[in-house]
């Protein structure tokens, strides 16, 4: 079966810290990535793109990794800070299909 | 510029009972989704609209009905409610259709949290 799957137990880190989240995926042949952040009780917010020919994608403090041999992205939150506690969700787009991933809950403490 | 908004954000129903949430987005996108979160599940594409007047099924269309009767708006129904539509329910859109070629970045509405007793 097709699947997406993110760490669902939450991740802690210690601010300062660099937090890397994952996302693993199954029997797709992705075109590309979206990250999103989900604060509670809000809807989720794009944050990074990456097509299946990009190995990595930066923006600020943010970078994003995809390995299709793999069929894994890696998200990365360098010298985090509490601030940057949500849930961070990916999603796989195939064939006009978006699929969504659970997320993963990032809590950084002071 | 308000992007996505979506009325009401909490409502409570008894089982049998009908209602419809409303999306409006001011950022003359073409493409409208209707999405419901679960705990511990991706989000789940109910309905959507790739322009005014078209809409299709998504992955959980059963038991909801949408239209899309001006660009702006895109409505999704609950003709007769079940606890199992206890959900979060998310309005979406997008410039782009989702696909290969282009980026389909989505924007979000607040969320609509229903629940049905």
């Known amino acids: 079966s097709q699947k997406i799957e993110q760490n669902s137990e939450a991740l802690n880190i210690q601010e300062g810290k660099t937090a890397t989240l994952t996302c693993n995926y199954t029997n797709y042949s992705p075109a590309y990535l979206q990250w999103y952040r989900q604060d509670p009780g809000r809807g989720p917010v794009f944050l990074l793109l990456?097509?299946?020919n990009e190995k990595e994608k930066r923006k600020e403090r943010l970078k994003v990794t995809f390995d299709t041999t793999l069929k894994q992205s890696l998200f990365h939150i360098t010298a985090s800070q509490p601030a940057d506690s949500a849930t961070y969700l990916c999603?796989?787009?195939?064939?006009?299909?978006?699929?969504w991933g659970a997320g993963t809950k990032l809590i950084i403490k002071p | 510029n308000a992007g996505v908004t979506q009325t009401p954000k909490f409502r409570v129903l008894k089982t049998g009972q009908s209602m419809t949430l409303l999306c409006a987005q001011d950022m003359n996108h073409e493409y409208m989704y209707w999405y419901r979160q679960d705990p511990g599940m991706g989000l789940r594409l109910i309905h959507y609209s790739v322009g005014e007047g078209t809409t299709a099924k998504g992955e959980v269309p059963d038991g909801y009905n949408v239209s899309r009767l001006k660009k702006q708006n895109f409505l999704l129904g609950l003709e007769s409610a079940a606890p199992s539509q206890t959900s979060v329910y998310f309005c979406?859109?997008?410039?782009?259709?989702?696909?290969?070629?282009?980026?389909?970045?989505?924007?979000f509405g607040e969320g609509s949290r229903l629940t049905v007793l």
């Open positions: 979406a859109s997008s410039y782009y259709r989702t696909s290969g070629a282009n980026t389909g970045e989505l924007f």
């Open positions: 990456i097509r299946e």
């Open positions: 999603a796989l787009v195939t064939n006009y299909q978006l699929i």
